[in-house]
Antibody, heavy 120, light 108 residues
Framework: EVQLEESGGGLVQPGGSLTLSCAVSGFSVSSKYMTWVRQAPGKGLEWVSL???????YYGDSVKGRFTISRDNSKDTLYLQMSRLRVDDTAVYYC??????????????WGRGTLVTVSS | SYDLTQPPSVSVSPGQTARITCSGDGLPRIYSNWYQQKAGQAPMLVIY???ERPSGIPERFSGSSSGTTVTLTISGVQAEDEADYYC???????????FGGGTKLTVL
């Protein structure tokens, strides 16, 4: 059974750093594309970052240069290192598995999310 | 890149058909996926690659595409279908993911 579980959220001051983790089971994190998506309180979904199985990484404009996506294959865990955090980074952060069909990707399994609050 | 535009809300009575649209200039060349998000829950995939339904998703959910608009259709809407629905696509490289703003489906 495929499962994803995020952790590491919490309260952090503006300008601070935080690292989120996403432990997966039922598949190997190294064999799939993985992604982070966030949702600010009362708002819609916003894509944050994408990690290809070949380790290429991609980021949304609002987090580029501040966030880093990575993985630990031995732990089957995905990470999101967040630095220079801003108040508008406050959101529930979801990790999701990406499946590909004919070069087209879709997010077929999601974690339950972890809340990050950036406030002084 | 381009934007994906959805109506903020759609309301239907039980048993009726709900249609939720998503428009974007890049859609004819790319693909779309749809996610359902019920209150307090994580999103869930209901349609991928414009028209495909994942296993376990009821047959009343279907997707279609025409020009720059893709549509999620829910036939015979049930109370349990009340949720926010998001379309999702990508730019031509597939490396920049886009979400629509979401549509709140209310079952009257």
């Amino acid at each position: 059974e495929v499962q994803l579980e995020e952790s590491g959220g919490g309260l952090v001051q503006p300008g601070g750093s935080l690292t989120l983790s996403c432990a997966v089971s039922g598949f190997s994190v190294s064999s799939k594309y993985m992604t982070w998506v966030r949702q600010a309180p009362g708002k819609g979904l916003e894509w944050v970052s994408l990690l290809y199985s070949n380790a290429d990484t991609y980021y949304g404009d609002s987090v580029k240069g501040r966030f880093t996506i990575s993985r630990d294959n031995s732990k089957d865990t995905l990470y999101l290192q967040m630095s220079r955090l801003r108040v508008d980074d406050t959101a529930v952060y979801y990790c999701a598995r990406v499946s590909m069909v004919r070069g087209r990707g879709y997010f077929d399994y999601w974690g339950r999310g972890t809340l990050v609050t950036v406030s002084s | 890149s381009y934007d994906l535009t959805q109506p903020p809300s759609v309301s239907v009575s039980p048993g009726q058909t709900a249609r939720i649209t998503c428009s974007g200039d890049g859609l004819p060349r790319i693909y779309s996926n749809w996610y359902q998000q019920k209150a307090g829950q994580a999103p869930m995939l209901v349609i991928y690659e414009d028209t495909e339904r994942p296993s376990g998703i009821p047959e009343r959910f279907s997707g279609s595409s025409s020009g720059t608009t893709v549509t999620l259709t829910i036939s015979g809407v049930q109370a349990e279908d009340e949720a926010d629905y998001y379309c999702q696509s990508a730019d031509s490289t597939g490396r920049y993911v886009l979400f629509g703003g979401g549509t709140k489906l209310t079952v009257l």
